[in-house]
């Protein structure tokens, strides 16, 4: 049974930093896509960024502010999050494809969820 589990969301002011986790157990010895994707009130989930072996991909709207990492030792995914501003508000969820090796940003794509962690940035 896969299961995800993000931590790490809070408050903030504007121009903070956060670092959300994204711990992750049963999915074996296998490699896939992890993402990080959000959803604010009345939006549509959006991604915000995925890896696979290394390719990493970015939302425009974070690129040069967040950044993904993971640790395969410890099954974790991370999300640094620095410069926030008020629009980064959202519930932040992160996510596996096990089919499409981060080829597609659509959250349809993604096969299993956490239940979200919420970030929320005050100006």
């Known amino acids: 049974q896969v299961q995800l589990v993000e931590s790490g969301g809070g408050s903030v002011q504007a121009g903070g930093s956060l670092r959300l986790s994204c711990a992750a157990s049963g999915l074996g010895s296998s490699t896939y896509c992890m993402g990080w994707f959000r959803q604010a009130p009345g939006k549509e989930r959006e991604g915000v960024a995925r890896i696979y072996y290394g390719r990493i991909y970015y939302a425009d709207s974070v690129k040069g502010r967040f950044t993904i990492s993971q640790d395969n030792a410890k099954k974790t995914l991370y999300l640094q999050m620095d410069s926030l501003k008020p629009e980064d508000t959202a519930m932040y969820y992160c996510?596996?494809?096990?089919?499409?090796?981060?080829?597609?940003?659509?959250?349809?794509?993604?096969?299993?969820w956490g239940q979200g962690t919420q970030v929320t940035v005050s100006s």
């Open positions: 996510a596996t494809d096990v089919w499409y090796a981060c080829s597609r940003d659509n959250p349809a794509a993604f096969d299993y």
